[in-house]
């Protein structure tokens, strides 16, 4: 039997995970004195996290190569074959070396199982469609390669454009700290408009003036550098800004089929990552040419 892993970076729940038999891999963030392994066990409010993230309070603990082994090596003792969907090993704080290591390990140490490292190149909600349309297609075609082959044809489809409100707990954030480095404005209320590209690099597209006008600003850069916007699929992620997100939501809804759109939350981990309230979209090309 194959399971799928997604981690929790890919801001999909316990209840979406289950409902998709997929497994949720844990993530260290320590917030305070305490260190949690699920978004799902966080009972802090938005605005508590945020304010713990602009107090430096929350911290992203990379797992060890040790920490990865042990948490796949029961299911590949038991006979399953694994496969994990990361988001872009790029934006992970050690690169997604010690993942890499601890897969070289299990797979010297598994030989007649198959242990698969997938990098999606994306981010949040990108990375858990990918893994969930797989998953769906695994049910129906139990053959991993044509599984995996199919996952492929989806990588490298996904942008991300977001906006964060602090940009001062920007600087701190393991993510987009070098990318700060290059952003100045943050005294005259400018909001940085970003975007984390197919092959998971990561850029500053324009500079607004407030959190507002930004997020507005967002729809109208998707919408003029889209061929065929009804040929996307959409994602609004927000963390501490549903006012915001439903707003975006809304102007993108009119564009696509009601299937093809999500209004969803970030988790906790991603708000740390990110520096703390943020709205933001993914979107996947169908037609998108590279």
């Known amino acids: 039997m194959t399971k799928i892993f997604i981690d929790a970076y890919a801001d999909c729940n316990e209840s979406e995970a289950t409902k998709n038999s997929i497994i949720i891999a844990p993530s260290k963030l320590k917030i305070g004195k305490k260190t949690y392994l699920k978004n799902d ?31 796949f090596k029961p ?18 704080s050690d690169g997604g070396e010690d993942l890499r290591s601890a897969f ?26 990918i893994a969930i349309m797989t998953s769906m297609l695994h049910k129906t075609e139990p053959n991993l390669d044509k ?14 454009v ?5 940009v001062e707990s920007l600087k701190h954030t393991p993510i987009f700290k070098k990318v700060s480095k290059n952003f100045a404005g943050a005294t005259v209320n400018l909001k940085p408009i ?12 324009d500079r607004v003036r407030g959190f507002k006008t930004a997020t507005n600003k967002i729809y109208s850069i998707v919408a003029q550098n889209g061929e065929n916007m009804a040929d996307y699929t959409f994602s609004v992620v927000n963390y501490g800004a549903q006012e915001e997100a439903d ?12 299937n093809e759109i999500r209004n969803l939350p ?18 996947h090309a169908k037609k998108f040419d590279r």
């Open 266 to 283: 970030l988790s906790a981990y991603n708000a740390t990552n990110v520096g703390g309230k943020v709205v933001g979209i993914t979107f």
């Open 75 to 92: 299911y590949l003792q038991q006979g399953d074959d694994v496969v994990f969907f990361t988001i872009s090993q790029y934006l992970l």
């Open 147 to 160: 599984v995996l082959e199919f996952a492929h044809t989806l990588i490298g489809r996904y942008i991300t």
């Open 162 to 166: 977001l906006t964060i409100d602090d």
């Open 104 to 129: 070289c390990m299990l797979n010297d140490d598994f030989p007649e199982r198959k242990c698969v490292l997938v990098d999606t190149l994306t981010v949040s909600r990108g990375t858990s469609e």
């Open 194 to 205: 970003i975007s984390i590209n197919p092959d998971g690099s990561i850029n500053i597209v």
């Open 41 to 71: 066990d966080i009972k802090l409010s938005e605005s508590e996290i945020i304010k713990k993230i602009q107090a430096e309070q929350c911290q992203i603990i990379p797992l060890t190569i040790e920490e990865w082994v042990n948490f």
């Open 247 to 258: 707003k975006l939501f809304a102007k993108f809804a009119t564009q696509v089929e009601p």
